[in-house]
């Protein structure tokens, strides 16, 4: 064998490859039929709102499961921690732009009861993405957690073939 396969420990990459295969196929399909179902359900009302409609969710989606399985198949969970960190980041810095934009306090307090009504349903729609992309987080991470334990199988099991 030439040093080039031996340096890429080939097991361990064929394993990866299908372990990162598994997860952009089923991965991605589990979360989207999930998350589509919670949306489909009545008491969820977005007012034909669809969180779901961003192909970058997607692919976001696959890179973290990347992630998720490089970090279970190394051994690397710290990896895992530092991207919800910074998704968490990023997510509060939205928040924040979007709270710097709203009416204060005293402003809803003087404002009509359809308004404090309308103000209530935007928030409750905003607290249902907010939650349906919480549940889509932990999706994510299970299916990259799970399909990193899958690499790590098919590493063992490849590996006492190949040896």
Known sequence: ?????????????VAFLIAVGISSSVGNWIVEHVLRWRLSRPEVNLEGEDPLHLPEAKNIG?????????????????????????????????????????????TLKE???????????SHKRKLTVLHIYVEGNGLSLLAGLCSGAVGNFLFRLINARWA
């Open 1 to 13: 064998m030439s040093d080039i396969v031996k340096s890429l420990n080939l097991p361990f990459t």
């Open 62 to 106: 696959k890179l973290e499961r990347i992630l998720y399985i490089w970090a279970v198949m190394f051994s690397e969970y710290h990896l895992i921690a530092g991207w919800l960190v910074l998704k968490a980041f990023f997510d509060w810095q939205a928040g924040r732009e979007q709270a710097e934009g709203r009416e204060d306090a005293r």
């Open 111 to 121: 404002s009509t009861h359809t308004e404090r009504q309308r103000n209530e349903q």
